[in-house]
């Protein structure tokens, strides 16, 4: 007989209408062009079982991994040709399996290109490095006689630095508008979630939201403009008193300073929740905050139940986790945020 798998003691709380919502807001933002979502690293944390679907329902119709293997998920939600790998192929295996799944490797070398092409070609689309010197094309290689075998669906640059007013901004943009009338393509993208921002000019066709989508605020302009879709929960193990002048956790670094009513909560550094945390963070229960008590362990994190009597073993306590602000207490940039939630909680 099976045996009945046990309800997890940590769980990711996800806002569907605000993510249905955030997309939409951003396809707005986008003018002419359409809105895509980068759905990589399992949909920033959030799991991309969870969100994909909510996305494709919302009007979304172009997706983007950076790994080959996370394509199988997304492709179990929306057509393989919505999806583009944005590494491309590293070898003939990679480039066979996007073949046969049907999605679209972004090819970001010449090297890439050949691979592609040697194992049959197809759609796909291209990557030009006009700044950022990650992954792309140079500029300079874009006469090279391989490209001409390339069917480019999307041709496609990253800006390095669109939270920021700076001006290569404005020199990747040119760079990019060179490129598009030296490659056939049947669309261009270029403006991610801050990009999106910068103007018309930076749209294109398509454009690549991901933080913005999951509830971050990259640049000023999207203040107010999105709301926050994940909250991580936590289960309250165990209740205890601890009187005045004991100490709480690892290394003694709090001490109550008068008798306390403490929570242990099944929540750690292991499931994403950091050290940088220890007497910084707090848990919500309605609209009381409850304080981390010390420093947080790897499985276990204590916080301050004084002033919630009714709070007890067994109840939940939301992470106080709106990007932005979030950001700013722990040292943690918006994507680590997202990105660093473990596998432990239930999505």
């Known amino acids: 007989m099976p045996i009945e798998q046990p309800n997890p003691a940590l769980r990711l709380a996800i806002d569907g209408a605000a993510l249905a919502d955030n997309w939409r807001a951003l396809d707005r933002l986008s003018g002419t062009a359409a809105a895509g979502a980068a759905v990589k690293a399992d949909a920033y944390g959030l799991g991309a079982r969870a969100c994909v679907p909510v996305l494709r329902d919302a009007g979304c119709r172009d997706f983007f991994v950076a790994h080959m293997a996370e394509a199988v998920v997304v492709a179990e939600h929306v057509p393989a040709d919505q999806i583009a790998v944005l590494h491309g192929p590293h070898d003939t295996a990679d480039a066979a399996f996007a073949r046969v799944l049907g999605v ?22 291209l990557m030009v490095d006009t700044g950022m010197n990650r992954l792309g094309v140079a500029l300079a290689e874009l006469g090279d006689p391989i490209l001409d075998g390339l069917q480019v669906d999307t041709l496609l640059s990253h800006l390095a630095c669109a939270e920021e007013a700076v001006p290569l901004n404005e020199r990747q943009r040119l760079r990019w508008d060179e490129a598009r009338r030296a490659v056939p393509h049947r669309r261009a993208s270029l403006a991610n979630s801050a990009g999106i921002m910068l103007g018309a000019g930076y749209h294109g066709d398509l454009t690549r939201p991901g933080l913005a989508l999951y509830g971050g605020v990259p640049c000023a302009a999207l203040e107010g403009v999105n709301r926050q879709v ?64 010390g420093r947080v362990s790897m499985d276990m994190t204590m916080i301050d139940l004084t002033e919630a009597p009714d709070v007890g073993e067994g109840d939940w306590v939301a992470a106080d986790y709106a990007l932005p602000q979030a950001a700013a207490i722990s040292g943690l940039s918006q994507y680590e945020l997202l990105t660093i939630l473990g596998r432990r909680f239930g999505r």
């Open 230 to 293: 994940v909250r991580p929960e936590a289960l309250v193990i165990q209740v205890r008193d601890v009187p005045a002048g004991e100490t709480i956790g690892y290394n003694a670094t709090y001490t109550a300073p008068a008798p306390l009513r403490i929570g242990v909560i099944s929540l750690g550094y292991a499931d994403g929740y950091l050290r940088c945390w220890s007497g910084k963070g707090a848990m919500l229960h309605g609209d009381r905050r409850l304080p981390v008590l």
């Open 104 to 125: 679209r490797p972004v090819i970001n070398s010449l090297g890439q290109a050949r691979l592609w092409i040697e194992a049959g070609g197809g759609t796909c689309d």
